[in-house]
């Protein structure tokens, strides 16, 4: 099993539709999760840290199931600018954020 | 605010020269990163550090040397450019809260093209 793994999509989705990203990871011991977006060309930028209560903003919620070792990522009523490619990173455990694994990443596309 | 600053942004070697990629933070985070990005392949950890004066291998750390003299810099040399070392270099700064890992900032990128 692949420490990180994505489904690499690509996913296009109308507009207003609502779109799911599972990410898993293979070491139980890993204690930060984070999902960032990154635009063609440029940097990766956080969308959102992954806490293990499950977090909300906005028309983004993030979940962390600990006992089947994946995070989601649930973005609701989809806007054009949504369309990224979505990165998972899962620290190594017992560091910090200075050692993050990456997946490699999920496209989507939001249609008008 | 300028956050992480990468030098340059695009840069053309020859096979077998060597370069510095510079990398600068003014956020005071005590961690640093190199990951590199390639097609297909995600980013992945070249070096990082945990303070000045420490460095340590990720997981692709050859051909690479880094160093942190101070808490703002953390450049990056290549030895002897490779082909295969063409790829997208991102810099990123880190720090913990609360025993708490924050999340990683990232420089905009250098584009490195070995030819």
């Known amino acids: 099993r692949k420490e990180v793994e994505q489904d690499p999509g690509p996913f296009n989705v109308p507009e207003g539709a609502t779109v799911a990203f599972n990410c898993t990871y293979s070491?139980?011991?890993?204690?930060?999760f984070f999902w960032y977006r990154q635009d063609c060309r440029k940097e990766p930028k956080l969308l959102m840290s992954?806490?293990?209560s499950g977090n909300e903003d906005g028309r983004f919620t993030a979940q962390l199931n600990r006992a089947s070792q994946y995070i989601s990522l649930l973005i609701r009523d989809s806007k054009l600018s949504d369309s990224a490619t979505y990165l998972c990173a899962v620290n190594k455990p017992g560091a910090g954020s200075y050692q993050l694994t990456f997946g490699k990443g999920t496209k989507l596309s939001v249609i008008p | 605010n300028a956050g992480v600053t990468q030098t340059p942004k695009f840069q053309v070697l020859k096979t077998g020269q060597s370069m510095t990629l510079q990398c600068a933070q003014d956020?005071?985070?005590?961690?640093m990163s190199w990951y590199r990005q390639d097609p297909g392949m995600g980013l992945r950890l070249i070096h990082y550090s945990v303070g000045a004066g420490i460095t340590d291998q990720g997981e692709v750390p050859n051909g690479y040397n880094v160093s942190r003299s101070t808490t703002e810099d953390f450049p990056l040399r290549l030895l002897s450019a490779a082909p295969s070392q063409t790829s997208v270099y991102f810099c990123?700064?880190?720090?913990?809260?609360?025993?708490?890992?924050?999340?990683?900032?990232f420089g905009q990128g250098t584009r490195l093209t070995v030819v």
């Open positions: 992954v806490y293990s």
């Open positions: 956020m005071n985070h005590e961690y």
């Open positions: 990123a700064s880190s720090y913990s809260k609360d025993r708490r890992n924050t999340e990683a900032f």
């Open positions: 070491n139980s011991a890993s204690q930060s």
